[in-house]
């Protein structure tokens, strides 16, 4: 059974966010980290995994991303503090 994944990312100081969808998590979050993907979040050193979703239908991910990106800024704050209140990089939590 296929996954799917929305996902956000953002830099060091947690000031831009990137908010995307995928298959597969790891290989993702790496493409960003190694600077491997280029535009918005190479220039913006947007690197650090702070939030994630799973899903098992791609529609549901692609809606839930959109619906994601149409949010202003402090509802993604609230959602993220609420998932992940230290804002620490969760990339080393998936990959294990």
Same mark, same amino acid.
């Given at each position: /059974?296929?996954?799917?994944?929305?996902?956000?990312?953002?830099?060091?100081?947690? &000031?831009?966010?990137?908010?995307?969808? &995928?298959?597969?998590?790891?290989?993702?979050?790496?493409?960003?980290?190694?600077?491997?993907? =280029?535009?918005? &979040?190479?220039?913006?050193?947007?690197?650090?995994?702070?939030?994630? !979703?799973?899903?098992?239908?791609?529609?549901?991910?692609?809606?839930?991303?959109?619906?994601? =990106?149409?949010?202003?800024? =402090?509802?993604?704050?609230? /959602?993220?503090? =609420?998932?992940?209140?230290?804002?620490?990089?969760?990339? !080393?939590?998936?990959?294990?």
């Amino acid at each position: /059974m296929k996954q799917y994944y929305i996902y956000i990312l953002t830099n060091q100081y947690n &000031t831009v966010f990137y908010v995307g969808v &995928t298959n597969n998590l790891i290989r993702r979050v790496y493409e960003h980290k190694n600077k491997l993907v =280029k535009g918005f &979040t190479s220039k913006y050193n947007i690197n650090k995994l702070v939030y994630y !979703e799973v899903f098992s239908d791609v529609r549901d991910a692609i809606y839930r991303e959109k619906q994601i =990106k149409s949010w202003n800024r =402090k509802k993604k704050i609230e /959602m993220i503090e =609420k998932f992940n209140p230290e804002w620490k990089d969760l990339y !080393e939590e998936i990959i294990w």
